[in-house]
């Protein structure tokens, strides 16, 4: 499976943007770029993929680089609410017995400061 | 809709003991999932299902058992607690995409 890089933590200030960065330089190019975030005591929850192109969607936007080598989440505009970690996954649809799974690293611990 | 309902919350087990793991989610999803996140890591499959009757081991399966004879449920049963089993887990379940996961069993084995 393709492997992704992401920086332990981050620090942000409420109201402010914040850019997660993952780096996935081994990519095939059927794989998809995945990410969820997980809030302290719960389950991950999905936030947003992609597969070339930019995407936007009500919770952020992910901006995928030309060569997709790496990628960045981007929340608008951070809240306390959205302090969690941050899992960028590579997921290959057509992979076979491994389409089915979400192989999780330890992510991004993301500190929003009121 | 209630999602992926997991319980109990917390278990407390002896080594030896003999528990399952609930899980069912009411979205008519085919793909279910067992993960088990231990402190400061990341989630590890354990076990997962593509629909009724057919299961098939992840990345971390001993020790552990499932079975899957309804959409709904996908239990997951320990046979004989053993302290490296402590640890957090979660459920998931999806159709295309993405994965809805519960909120997590706290089992901790003494």
């Known amino acids: 499976d393709a492997k992704t890089t992401q920086p332990n933590s981050m620090e942000s200030n409420e109201e402010e943007p914040v850019h997660l960065p993952c780096n996935h330089s081994?990519?095939?190019?059927?794989?998809?770029i995945h990410w969820y975030r997980q809030l302290p005591s719960q389950g991950p929850e999905y936030v947003i993929h992609?597969?070339?192109s930019n995407v936007n969607n009500r919770m952020a936007s992910l901006a995928i680089a030309e060569d997709r080598k790496s990628s960045t989440l981007i929340l608008h505009r951070a809240t306390l609410r959205d302090a969690a970690v941050y899992y960028c996954i590579l997921r290959d649809p057509n992979s076979g017995g491994s389409n089915y799974k979400l192989t999780f690293g330890k992510g991004t611990l993301l500190t929003v400061n009121p | 809709n209630a999602g992926v309902t997991q319980t109990p919350k917390f278990r407390i087990l002896k080594i030896g003991q003999s528990m399952t793991l609930q899980c069912t989610q009411d979205?008519?999803?085919?793909?279910m999932y067992w993960y088990r996140q231990d402190p400061g890591m990341g989630l590890k499959l354990i076990y997962y299902s593509v629909g009724a009757g057919i299961t098939d081991k992840g990345e971390v399966p001993n020790g552990y058992n499932v079975s899957r004879s309804t959409t709904e449920d996908f239990p997951l049963r320990l046979e004989l607690a053993a302290p490296s089993q402590t640890s957090v887990y979660f459920c998931a379940s999806r159709s295309n995409q993405p994965q809805h996961f519960g909120d997590g069993t706290r089992l901790s084995i003494l």
């Open positions: 992609g597969l070339t």
């Open positions: 081994t990519i095939s190019g059927t794989d998809y």
């Open positions: 979205m008519n999803h085919n793909y």
